[in-house]
């Protein structure tokens, strides 16, 4: 370990934070990449089940296809777990099997934050119960924002972010606004 924050992240936030990057329309932020903010900045794992997600979504020629794959290209980047079934444990919240080991291995490693996009359902609420300690849960637009107030991000590129989400992922944007006015309004 080289003293950084442990995070343990699923399958969408990778792939949400590679979408500006890979995105070429007008819309998308640019001036950042947000993956690799994440992958230098944070002790990064994840359960190999979402390197196999991710492989699985690549290949097109969509913009999340093309997302998965410099999400693999970075790979080399991330810490990857094979993670033991839980048995009894399995988490029946809606979650697919990728989100559940991530838990797992969050709970495994006791990790300084646990990244999902379940925001937008019900699912956050689960993962919330699920997790060992519930300071670790994190989203996308939180970490963009924890990013923009340790200056590894620009706040304007976070803005711009945050709004590209909102349109394009169709993110809450009420909890988006609140992130906003918490850490990127003086």
């Known amino acids: 370990m080289d003293g950084k924050a442990v995070a343990v992240v699923d399958t969408n936030v990778l792939l949400n934070l590679a979408t500006p990057v890979v995105d070429g329309r007008p819309k998308a932020p640019s001036g950042a990449d947000p993956l690799k903010a994440l992958l230098v900045t944070y002790d990064v794992?994840?359960?190999?089940?979402?390197?196999?997600?991710?492989?699985?979504?690549?290949?097109?020629?969509?913009?999340?296809?093309?997302?998965?794959?410099?999400?693999?290209?970075?790979?080399?980047?991330?810490?990857?777990?094979?993670v033991d079934d839980q048995g009894d444990d399995t988490l029946e919240y809606g979650?697919?099997?990728?989100?559940?080991?991530?838990?797992?291995?969050?709970?495994?490693?006791?990790?300084?934050?646990?990244?999902?996009?379940?925001?937008?359902?019900?699912?956050?609420?689960?993962?919330a119960l699920a997790l060992n300690d519930r300071n670790t849960l994190?989203?996308?637009?939180?970490?963009?924002?924890?990013?923009?107030?340790?200056?590894?991000?620009t706040?304007?590129?976070?803005?711009?972010a945050l709004s590209y989400y909102v349109e394009t992922k169709q993110w809450d944007a009420q909890y988006v606004e609140q992130l906003r006015r918490q850490y990127l309004v003086d």
């Open 45 to 82: 794992h994840t359960p190999t089940g979402v390197l196999g997600e991710l492989s699985e979504t690549r290949g097109g020629d969509d913009l999340l296809a093309t997302a998965a794959d410099l999400v693999l290209r970075a790979s080399h980047h991330l810490t990857t777990h094979e």
């Open 95 to 127: 979650l697919d099997r990728g989100e559940t080991e991530a838990i797992w291995l969050a709970n495994e490693l006791q990790a300084d934050l646990f990244l999902t996009d379940e925001f937008n359902t019900t699912n956050y609420l689960f993962v």
């Open 138 to 153: 994190f989203t996308t637009p939180h970490l963009l924002c924890t990013l923009a107030i340790h200056d590894i991000l």
């Open 155 to 160: 706040v304007e590129y976070v803005e711009a």
